[in-house]
């Protein structure tokens, strides 16, 4: 996942506002792969991993929808002045020997989908 204009939010509130961004943010996804035994890694600078096993009945779409609810509850709860908008791709594998490199890749594309996706709804 990436943060979609974490330069904007450095840029306009600061550098600590931008740590400040990335806490509620690294809050909220800890929450949510707390419920389901999942780990949770900062990547770069504005990106994070999720990565773990899950049942056959895990749903991606609904566990994106849950770590997007958190994050905009606790933007409230934390009084930011702006909007925290994530662009989460992923991908799964039934096979142990599906190289990680291509579970990343596919990830990767599918996240520069919905990054697309926001930025034409900008424009809109």
């Not at 306009?12 to 419920?35: F, M, N, P």
């Not at 990680?100 to 594309?109: E, P, Q």
């Amino acid at each position: 996942m990436d943060i979609d204009e974490f330069k904007k939010i450095n840029d306009t509130y600061g550098h600590d506002e931008g740590d400040k961004a990335l806490c509620v943010i690294a809050d909220s996804l800890r929450q949510s792969v707390h419920l389901h035994n999942l780990l949770v890694g900062r990547w770069g600078g504005d990106e994070f991993v999720i990565t773990g096993f899950t049942p056959s009945s895990f749903n991606p779409e609904q566990f994106i929808k849950e770590i997007l609810d958190n994050v905009k509850k606790n933007v409230l709860i934390n009084y930011l002045d702006y909007k925290i908008i994530l662009s989460i791709g992923y991908s799964s594998c039934k096979d142990s020997n599906t190289p990680k490199d291509l579970l990343f890749k596919d990830a990767d594309t599918k996240m520069y989908v919905v990054k697309k996706q926001h930025h034409s709804d900008k424009l809109k």
